[in-house]
């Protein structure tokens, strides 16, 4: 994935992506990226947090693994109110 990301195709692709996303963004906003195991969501998620964040857009990624992977696997310490 790192050469994939770091090739020219995809940094024009992504600045194309977050430019045209920016020009749609005029509220809250949530933007779903889906795909295979390994495709590169988390990738994709964290560059445009990151480019988002660098033009002064707040912006967050939340991964679906945290609700249903244990704290465990994740690392995320919640508390179990159930029990």
Do not use: P
Request: charged fraction near 10%; aromatic fraction near 8%; glycine fraction near 8%.
């Amino acid at each position: 994935m790192t050469n994939t990301v770091n090739s020219q195709h995809y940094q024009t692709t992504l600045a194309q992506l977050t430019e045209k996303l920016q020009s749609d963004l005029q509220f809250l906003a949530v933007i779903g990226i889906s795909g295979a195991q390994g495709s590169g969501k988390t990738t994709l998620a964290a560059a445009l947090v990151q480019r988002f964040n660098a033009t002064g857009i707040r912006s967050a990624a939340v991964s679906l693994d945290d609700y249903y992977l244990s704290g465990m696997i994740t690392g995320c310490h919640w508390i179990n109110s159930s029990k």
